[in-house]
């Protein structure tokens, strides 16, 4: 079968409308025209990107890389951690981790609400929450 050879660009049928190309997108450092016209044809605001979520295998799977050890043992190390620091919350401790921040449980006291559905007052019960103050280390970083 004899290859096709290119073709000339031909006019579009009489009534159709001609492909038209993307214009970029006017900087944000542009100034604005004067006038009420410029605020209501304003684009919005771009849209902020997601951040990843990194899971626990994957943090896994970065220490077996750099530690040049099985995923699978990295993989048992974190889960095993994980355990550990769950238990010493379960029993009230205060987790220190160097770098990263403080982990505590604490107290929260019963107290005074409403139903915003009805304004009805409610008792709210007591609970526990964990809180998390981030290292000197981990604010300066980020």
Wanted: proline residues 10%; aromatic residues 0%.
């Amino acid at each position: 079968m004899p290859a096709k050879k290119p073709t000339a660009k031909t006019a579009p049928p009489k009534g159709a409308k001609e492909p038209t190309t993307k214009q970029p997108l006017p900087s944000a450092k542009a100034a604005p025209a004067k006038g009420a016209a410029s605020k209501a044809s304003a684009a919005p605001p771009a849209k902020a990107v997601p951040a990843v979520t990194v899971t626990l295998k994957h943090l896994a799977a970065e220490i077996a890389e750099h530690q040049d050890i099985e995923k699978r043992e990295a993989d048992e190390i974190l889960t095993g951690l994980v355990g550990l620091l769950v238990q010493h919350l379960k029993k009230g401790d205060r987790l220190r981790i160097g770098g990263l921040g403080i982990l505590e449980v604490k107290d929260r006291p019963e107290r005074a609400g409403r139903n915003p559905a009805t304004g009805e007052a409610i008792t709210i019960k007591a609970s526990k929450k964990i809180a998390f103050r981030p290292a000197k280390e981990l604010k300066e970083a980020i």
